[in-house]
């Protein structure tokens, strides 16, 4: 990450390179303490990202401030790619995209997760387009510093609620494809259950900590966006997919199973998505050529995650620090 970082292309004296490594252990500090180009902020003690951040904003004096994870790389000339947004005074944040390095070893757990993100990159470009991002990736992404307002300590989405507070103040959040970070992908789909599972607990946080955003009079387009694209997804989709079982058996008893009623074919079809989610766990550990396979296998334990999200956020306590998830090697 520090080679990644000097490596940048952004001009030095315009650029400020600030570590926070509360927490951290294994001797990040101390070699961050070698590099005299580098700000470092540390404490013992881990209480959380959103602990860190809180503490170490009010010390920055630059009017933009860029956000990245310590385990991610950004491309080149991802910097001026991001930076050059902020010519336009309505936009308040930019949110870069977030890759995962695809390998031909991967299985169902960094095959899903990439096809993920390329289709939650594809949503965000749409959202842009039409008025604003919903949300950020923590992974990389930007703000003007005199919009950012302190968090909750105990927020769990912390690049999602800074970057939505800030929208809340009627500015857009811009969304740059060309501004990426990489990572692995989880190393397991037990891994990836456990950060989805995180997210989701998160996710219906947010939806009552972010509740004025619900307000079509305060927020009009802002307020559909979130609505159709995080609203629904943490909570009526998931529920709708596990419903449609008993439903769907329901509406085709009514017609004697007759395989020319639309509700015995759509029967059909979910006993057919539900062989492929077989499928695609019998072979989740396999190296497989058609990485689509996995895809309803990914799309179940999802939405499988967002139940258990709710279920976690309702009934105990989800931590604000991020326990690490196990990531496939870069190779």
Same mark, same amino acid.
């Given at each position: 990450?520090?080679?990644?970082?000097?490596?940048?292309?952004?001009?030095?004296?315009?650029?400020?390179?600030?570590?926070?490594?509360?927490?951290?252990?294994?001797?990040?500090?101390?070699?961050?303490?070698?590099?005299?180009?580098?700000?470092?902020?540390?404490?013992?003690?881990?209480?959380?990202?959103?602990?860190?951040?809180?503490?170490?904003?009010?010390?920055?004096?630059?009017?933009?401030?860029?956000?990245?994870?310590?385990?991610?790389? !950004?491309?080149?000339?991802?910097?001026?790619?991001?930076?050059?947004?902020?010519?336009?005074?309505?936009?308040?944040?930019?949110?870069?995209?977030?890759?995962?390095? #695809?390998?031909?070893?991967?299985?169902?757990?960094?095959?899903?997760?990439?096809?993920?993100?390329?289709?939650?990159?594809?949503?965000?470009?749409?959202?842009?387009?039409?008025?604003?991002?919903?949300?950020?990736?923590?992974?990389?992404?930007?703000?003007?510093?005199?919009?950012?307002?302190?968090?909750?300590?105990?927020?769990?989405?912390?690049?999602?609620?800074?970057?939505?507070?800030?929208?809340?103040?009627?500015?857009?959040?811009?969304?740059?494809?060309?501004?990426?970070?990489?990572?692995?992908?989880?190393?397991?789909?037990?891994?990836?259950?456990?950060?989805?599972?995180?997210?989701?607990?998160?996710?219906?946080?947010? !939806?009552?900590?972010?509740?004025?955003?619900? #307000?079509?009079?305060?927020?009009?387009?802002?307020?559909?966006?979130?609505?159709?694209?995080?609203?629904?997804?943490?909570?009526?989709?998931?529920?709708?997919?596990?419903?449609?079982?008993? !439903?769907?058996?329901?509406?085709?008893?009514?017609?004697?199973?007759?395989?020319?009623?639309?509700?015995?074919?759509?029967?059909?079809?979910?006993?057919?998505?539900?062989? &492929?989610?077989? !499928?695609?766990?019998?072979?989740?550990?396999?190296?497989?050529?058609?990485?689509?396979?996995?895809?309803?296998?990914? &799309? &179940?334990?999802?939405?499988?995650?967002?139940?258990?999200?709710?279920?976690?956020?309702?009934?105990?306590?989800?931590?604000?620090?991020?326990?690490?998830?196990?990531?496939?090697?870069?190779?």
């Amino acid at each position: 990450k520090i080679k990644n970082t000097a490596s940048l292309s952004y001009p030095s004296e315009k650029l400020k390179v600030v570590w926070v490594t509360d927490g951290s252990d294994d001797g990040s500090p101390e070699l961050l303490k070698t590099f005299q180009q580098v700000s470092l902020f540390h404490e013992d003690e881990r209480k959380g990202k959103i602990h860190a951040i809180n503490r170490v904003m009010p010390y920055i004096d630059s009017p933009i401030v860029i956000f990245s994870d310590a385990n991610t790389l !950004i491309n080149k000339d991802g910097i001026k790619k991001i930076v050059a947004h902020f010519s336009n005074p309505k936009v308040g944040c930019v949110s870069g995209e977030k890759r995962i390095l #695809n390998k031909k070893s991967d299985a169902a757990s960094g095959s899903g997760e990439g096809m993920y993100w390329r289709y939650e990159s594809t949503l965000k470009k749409w959202d842009a387009q039409l008025y604003s991002a919903v949300g950020a990736a923590g992974e990389l992404f930007a703000i003007r510093s005199v919009l950012f307002k302190a968090v909750p300590s105990d927020t769990i989405l912390d690049d999602f609620i800074i970057s939505l507070s800030i929208a809340k103040q009627g500015y857009t959040i811009a969304y740059e494809p060309q501004a990426y970070a990489t990572e692995t992908g989880s190393a397991t789909i037990a891994e990836e259950l456990k950060r989805k599972v995180r997210i989701a607990a998160g996710g219906i946080q947010s !939806i009552v900590r972010m509740r004025s955003l619900l #307000n079509f009079f305060h927020h009009p387009v802002l307020s559909f966006q979130y609505i159709s694209h995080r609203v629904l997804r943490w909570t009526v989709t998931p529920l709708a997919l596990f419903a449609l079982i008993p !439903i769907n058996v329901y509406l085709a008893y009514q017609v004697n199973f007759t395989l020319t009623s639309i509700y015995s074919l759509l029967l059909l079809f979910q006993i057919c998505f539900y062989c &492929f989610v077989w !499928i695609g766990k019998v072979l989740q550990n396999k190296k497989v050529k058609r990485k689509f396979i996995f895809i309803p296998y990914y &799309f &179940f334990i999802m939405n499988w995650s967002v139940i258990l999200g709710i279920i976690r956020y309702l009934f105990f306590e989800q931590s604000v620090r991020w326990e690490r998830a196990e990531r496939g090697l870069n190779s």
